[in-house]
């Protein structure tokens, strides 16, 4: 049943009662209390105890006992009913020992994680109760701020309402509403007022709950409650949550401004710890530093609106678990984890799981405008020893994740916008090598000879490439060790055989391949002077197996041997204007021997439906390759097949066959550019700089419309004084492509914190596009330093007469750049015969910025004739800066030193 609320009494009834024995026994439901310190980065945890016969108490135990406190822990992260033993202070009830009772189960039950019904149920309903303390400032939000931050939505679209059922998919949902009267949920403020000024959320919740009872409201119909409160400075976090809760959950909002305050301590509600980073799992764990996750704290400094990592989607059943592949090797395809799982026909993330480490590993990615990491695949972990997920890495196409225990890898192989396929080894996974062949003649590179994964060694095989006699080419032999990540190198012995006459040399007698690693082996070859066929066989051996043989049939031709041409188009498909004919390029390479004449070639239709408008003929000498252009007139789109003929009289070549697809299109109407910023905005260190990441995007959809001459620049606020570096600031953009471009982004001055703008403008064409981006422009904590200061005078003073002379003192604030400027009074200046000399400082004052310097002078003037010695003392900070000033010799300084500041 609900939970009956007694009101504060019976709680203090409780703790007296337990005071009264020197050892008791309660009973109750074991809770974990989750604060947060946003802006530090640091979270911190309390247990407490829900008695089964009301009331609260707070759970410690002592700082010795971490054995206990780990397992009260996990018995809070499941909600488990305990029996607790141990002795109430002022602190709490501190344990000594518990066990778990056999639970009969109420409504308020928690289930073990990975059951997860519970925390499935698609709406539920919240009370949200606004305090007002005496003796403490008021709450800054109205309830109209916090229903639109909650429920109605923000600004920019967004509320706590609108995250859950979008980033859930629907699974969460926040009723807003009170069913009979449709008012929004929400009450207070309350005042209230507190036996002490100490952090005490349980006894807020308890007065606070009371006072919503006298005013007619009955907290135990919801299945959440929100206490928004003033900022207390005893306690150091801005929300505190309940971790994982079925029917009662509670929060507490200390800073209400913050709209995704309410999201992240709902997330808490339902069963998330945080979204944490752990880089490279190097072990530096940033509690908060997950970049993906509102589960994190990178919203804290920026505008942009997050959801949930693919740890957090599956450990809380969001995402189905027939979108979740868990598997050990293999190769995987999925899609996005920001589409929308009913619309998806493959899985979202893939989990592998590391006994090792008993912990899951998670791969997804998300595509879209400002998404974190879009296109690239997000790498997270997640133990159940601690409840939080990792952020580790984000993998580009072509990288790999390898585990830190080096159980298994992870390859991302590409991406498009709708799918990516990953790559997954579990340990060493050995696989076929992998070997391409080309062939080089005077120079001339022609198209590959694939011989296939395994290789071949038909040394039968009608050759396909004929050499003059005596003729000199190169074969270039692409070797790939396609083993998974985890194997070790291998080790080959590398040997080149030639047949039938045939000379040749390799470039190595060994290789050396790491996993993914191809290299190139050169082999030289001479053709024999006689008319012959032969080959070229390369042997590998490796330690693990046998040697594998690649072979390339060669031939000799002393006279002229037509060998059929290479043809292949210029682009599988063709893109035409409708009102024009479409426009196809062959390229046609022949290979004919050097002994032969240069042969003419045209292309003719094959198919009657279409006319060939126009085909030129074009003559190709031996080893030279040519484009050929024709153009056909079609009514529509069609599947049109070509023949390349030789023109001769009879043909001393065979007619190749060519398909090309023609898509016929209205005529280009162009779209602006667009530019899409990896992030919203960004966070810079005064003096400091960032990465920025962005993408020009032609939205272009018509093959048609000409490539875009895009060039880069940026403007700033007038205030905001920085540069901007470009990877690469003019490119083009062909239709429909992206290009990615990354900026540095460097602020100079010492600058307040605050909000910064600065726009990126393309370019094209003579017309402008550009995207904002806000710079959040912070400050490490300010460090006092020393003020440094010392005297310079002139080396000599001629003294025969009355005289003055100046000396410029140097005086340094060396506080942190981020330190606020302060005014610094020049010191009172002693005069060993202020008879004879009077001194005056040029000011009094002096205004110092960190880490800059100033030079006042110090004029002394002599009034009277002197001979001997002149001391001039300065003090500051309690240390004394003494000048010497001799009337014939050099000043020099006696003792300089530094004050601190």
């Not at 995250?163 to 309350?190: C, K, M, R, W």
């Not at 050990?328 to 799982?341: D, I, K, R, T, Y």
């Not at 899951?360 to 400002?370: D, I, K």
């Not at 909000?755 to 981006?773: E, K, M, Q, R």
């Amino acid at each position: 049943s609900a939970m009956p609320w007694k009101a504060v009494l019976l709680v203090w009834a409780i703790a007296a009662a337990a005071a009264a024995a020197a050892r008791e026994a309660v009973t109750g439901r074991a809770q974990l209390l989750v604060g947060d310190d946003f802006a530090a980065g640091v979270a911190s945890e309390r247990l407490a105890l829900t008695l089964v016969s009301g009331g609260r108490l707070a759970l410690v135990a002592e700082a010795s006992n971490a054995t206990l406190l780990a397992a009260l822990r996990r018995s809070a992260l499941r909600q488990s009913l305990v029996t607790a033993t141990g002795e109430l202070r002022h602190s709490g009830f501190v344990v000594d020992g518990f066990t778990v009772d056999v639970d009969g189960g109420t409504e308020r039950d928690k289930p073990p994680r990975g059951e997860l019904d519970a925390r499935k149920a698609s709406l539920r309903r919240m009370l949200v109760i606004i305090a007002k303390f005496a003796g403490f400032d008021a709450v800054p939000c109205s309830k109209e701020d916090i229903a639109e931050m909650i429920w109605t939505g923000t600004s920019s679209g967004w509320s706590t309402y609108r995250q859950f059922a979008h980033f859930t998919e629907g699974n969460i949902a926040f009723s807003p509403y009170v069913a009979d009267t449709q008012q929004l949920d929400i009450v207070g403020p309350f005042s209230v007022s507190l036996q002490s000024k100490e952090c005490d959320p349980n006894q807020w919740a308890d007065l606070l709950q009371a006072a919503a009872v006298s005013a007619g409201v009955d907290p135990s119909r919801y299945q959440h409650t929100m206490y928004v409160i003033p900022e207390v400075s005893d306690c150091s976090w801005a929300g505190l949550g309940t971790v994982g809760c079925s029917y009662f959950c509670e929060t507490w909002i200390a800073q209400c401004q913050y709209p995704q305050i309410y999201t992240h301590e709902l997330g808490h509600n339902l069963g998330l710890m945080h979204a944490s980073a752990n880089i490279d799992e190097r072990g530096n764990v940033k509690t908060y530093g997950d970049p993906t996750s509102v589960m994190g704290n990178k919203w804290f400094y920026t505008d942009a609106v997050y959801g949930f990592n693919a740890a957090e989607l599956d450990l809380t059943g969001w995402t189905p678990p027939a979108n979740v592949l868990a598997v050990s090797s293999g190769e995987f395809e999925v899609a996005p984890l920001n589409q929308m799982a009913e619309n998806s026909e493959l899985p979202q993330m893939v989990k592998v799981y590391n006994s090792f480490s008993a912990s899951w590993y998670y791969f997804a990615f998300s595509t879209g405008e400002n998404v974190p990491f879009s296109g690239k695949c997000c790498v997270h972990k997640y133990s159940d020893s601690d409840g939080n997920t990792q952020f580790i890495t984000a993998l580009e196409n072509g990288q790999t994740f390898i585990d830190a225990f080096q159980r298994f890898s992870v390859t991302k192989l590409g991406a498009t916008a709708s799918s990516m396929k990953l790559v997954v080894a579990s340990g060493c996974e050995q696989r076929m090598l992998h070997v391409n062949a080309t062939v080089s003649l005077y120079g001339q590179h022609f198209a590959d000879a694939l011989l296939g994964a395994s290789g071949s060694n038909d040394s039968s095989a009608a050759p396909r490439w004929l050499l003059q006699p005596g003729e000199n080419a190169e074969v270039t032999f692409y070797v790939r060790n396609d083993d998974s990540p985890l194997c070790p190198a291998l080790q080959f012995g590398v040997e080149l055989q030639a047949t039938g006459g045939w000379n040749g040399s390799c470039s190595t007698a060994s290789l050396t391949l790491a996993p993914g690693v191809e290299c190139r082996v050169l082999a030289s070859i001479v053709a024999p002077l006689s008319d012959t066929q032969g080959t070229v066989k390369l042997t590998l051996s490796a330690a693990r197996n046998s040697s594998t043989a690649f072979v390339v049939p060669l031939g000799v031709a002393a006279s002229c041997v037509p060998q059929a041409p290479i043809v292949a188009l210029e682009s599988p498909s063709t893109f035409a204007n409708a009102t024009a004919p479409a426009q196809i390029g062959i390229w046609i390479t022949n290979v004919d021997a050097l002994q032969c004449e240069p042969t003419e070639w045209t292309v003719r239709m094959n198919d009657s439906r279409y006319t060939l408008v126009h085909s030129s003929v074009m003559s190709i000498s031996p080893r030279s390759t040519a484009l050929l252009q024709v153009e056909i007139a079609l009514g529509g789109d069609a599947d049109v097949e070509l023949a390349v003929v030789d023109t001769a009289a009879p043909p001393k070549h065979d007619a190749v066959i060519v398909a090309v697809h023609v898509t016929k299109l209205a005529p280009c109407a162009r779209n602006p550019l667009t530019i899409e910023l990896g992030s919203a905005s960004v966070n810079v260190e005064s003096r400091s700089s960032a990465l920025v990441p962005l993408t020009v995007v032609s939205s272009d959809t018509n093959p048609l419309c000409p490539t875009r001459h895009v060039s880069l620049a940026s403007q700033a606020d007038a205030t905001f004084q920085r540069t901007m570096q470009f990877t690469t600031a003019m490119f083009d953009v062909p239709p429909g492509g992206r290009v990615a471009v990354a900026a540095q982004l460097s602020a100079q001055s010492v600058l307040l914190p605050g909000l910064y703008n600065v726009s990126f403008i393309t370019g094209d064409d003579g017309n402008t596009h550009s995207a904002l981006l806000s710079v959040n422009v912070w400050l490490d904590p300010c460090e006092y330093r020393n003020v440094y200061f010392r005297f310079l005078c002139p080396t000599t003073q001629d003294n025969t007469t009355a005289a003055e002379f100046t000396c410029t003192t140097l005086v340094l604030n060396n506080d942190k750049w981020n330190c606020p400027t302060f005014n610094f009074s020049l010191p009172p200046v002693v005069l060993s015969a202020p008879q004879y000399f009077t001194a005056r400082w040029s000011t009094s004052t002096l205004t110092l910025f960190p880490r800059l310097y100033e030079r006042p002078s110090l004029e002394v003037i002599q009034t009277a004739p002197f001979a001997g010695q002149l001391t001039i003392t300065a003090s500051v900070y309690s240390t004394a800066f003494v000048m010497e000033h001799n009337a014939t010799k050099e000043a020099r300084v006696n003792q300089n030193g530094s004050g601190n500041g």
